[in-house]
């Protein structure tokens, strides 16, 4: 097959879930012997830095980005709440990207075209007019979601007013996307769930989870002291909303009780605020170079997360790592794994301090997890299996 992936941020260097997501899908689909070429935009936030590239990758993908600048606009924002538009969406809208997919579609012909996420649907008409290849969203989260639970979050009614006004405009851009597209593949099975309850058709849906070569994350000694680390931009809502929940409500109550336990934060964005002048304990990394060499380094994996949707990519990797996940119910969700075994569950206070109860009174918990977290993983997200999923699924569609 012929694959067209259109993507809102270059999948490599693969500096977050989402490119991970993307790159991983990729390369699952070239082993499997299929074309694909990669059309992407690049922003400020994800630049195009090509001469971090391997040259075969760039050959083998044709990879092209266009610029465009996604950054928040008060006017046009203010703006849109006039208008049916979602700007969460129409903000990844690009006269010149249109342009160069108007002019590729007539050159070339594809069997796919494979939109990663939701900010690629802008685009949807252009490729319904010029291509006669099948469309597939690829559903990283249900957006509208994320904006719906941030609103049931806050406690401030204006901001409550506007993330669901946010929400609304969201689900209603979904909900005709759905009749638009051939074919939806989801991350998650809760996505899966949620997209049949909104009349898209079960045989045009299918869950592909995010795919790990295992090989490509090399087992290493845990270190001697127990430590807990959090690894995300905290740009993203979800992770700066439940980072500084853990930080304000739950980590005195940790500091108080274990005072020689240190807290790692590292990402991109991290406020300033965010020290250890305020926060005693927490040790503010910042952007790592190596995100596998950090994560090896340290012993927990935290995942505060409050109202996101879709599946933490970053709780793979850290489980192929060997890391002992520490989460919020729905920081884990997505993810079908035994609550205490695979994973351990943590929403208040006393649920933090009763397993790291248990992990500091019972240290060989942390090595014996390094196995059983590196077997999960093997089970459910080996890359080569799910792309064979995949490609039955692209096959189906090309049939019908």
């Known amino acids: 097959m012929k694959i067209l992936q259109l993507c809102h941020k270059p999948p ?11 790159d991983a899908l ?11 070429k990669i059309l992407s935009i690049h922003t400020p936030k994800h630049p195009f830095l090509k001469d971090k590239l391997d040259e075969n990758y760039l050959k083998m993908t044709s990879f ?38 108007k002019s590729l579609l007539g050159l070339e012909k594809f069997d796919i075209i494979q939109f990663e996420s939701l900010f690629m649907m802008p685009y949807l008409s252009t490729v319904k007019r010029y ?11 249900l957006e ?9 979050a806050t406690k401030n009614v204006a901001k409550k007013l506007y993330l669901k006004h946010l929400a609304k405009k969201l689900e209603l851009f979904e909900l005709d996307v759905i009749k638009r597209v051939h074919g939806i593949v989801t991350i998650t099975k809760e996505d899966y769930k949620k997209y049949a309850s909104l009349n898209a058709k079960k045989s045009n849906l299918i869950t592909i989870p995010f795919g790990i070569n295992l090989a490509e994350y090399s087992e290493k000694n845990p270190p001697e002291e127990i430590s807990i680390f959090h690894l995300g931009s905290l740009e993203w809502p ?10 304000e409500q739950i980590w005195p109550a940790i500091r108080k009780e274990f005072p020689n336990l240190v807290f790692y934060l590292a990402g991109r964005k991290i406020p300033a605020e965010f020290n250890e002048e305020n926060y005693p304990g927490i040790k503010a990394v910042g952007e790592v170079a190596d995100a596998k060499k950090f994560i090896s380094s340290k012993s927990i ?23 002992t996940i520490l989460s919020t119910k729905l920081g884990a969700e997505g993810i079908d794994f035994k609550e205490n075994e695979d994973i351990y569950l943590a929403d208040t206070k006393n649920d933090f301090l009763k397993h790291l109860r248990d992990f500091h009174d019972n240290p060989e918990k942390i090595n014996t997890q390094k196995k059983v977290s590196r077997e999960f993983v093997c089970a459910n997200f080996d890359n080569q299996k799910l792309s064979i999923q995949l490609t039955e699924f692209y096959l189906n569609l090309l049939d019908k």
């Open 12 to 22: 490599r260097p693969s500096i977050d879930g989402g490119c991970l997501a993307m």
């Open 26 to 36: 990729t390369k699952g689909l070239l082993n499997q012997g299929h074309e694909v």
């Open 64 to 101: 092209e980005s266009i610029f465009v600048d996604t950054r928040v606009n008060m006017v046009d924002a203010f703006s849109n709440l006039l208008t049916q538009d979602s700007y969460n969406i129409t903000r990844f809208f690009s006269v010149d990207f249109d342009m160069r997919l």
């Open 131 to 141: 291509s006669n290849g099948k469309r597939v969203l690829r559903s990283h989260n």
């Open 144 to 152: 509208y979601l994320i904006w719906q639970r941030m609103a049931n």
């Open 238 to 247: 979800p992770n700066f909303e439940g980072v500084t929940w853990f930080l």
């Open 301 to 323: 994996m935290l995942v505060p997360i409050l109202s996101a949707g879709g599946m933490r990519v970053k709780i793979i990797e850290g489980m192929a790592l060997g890391k």
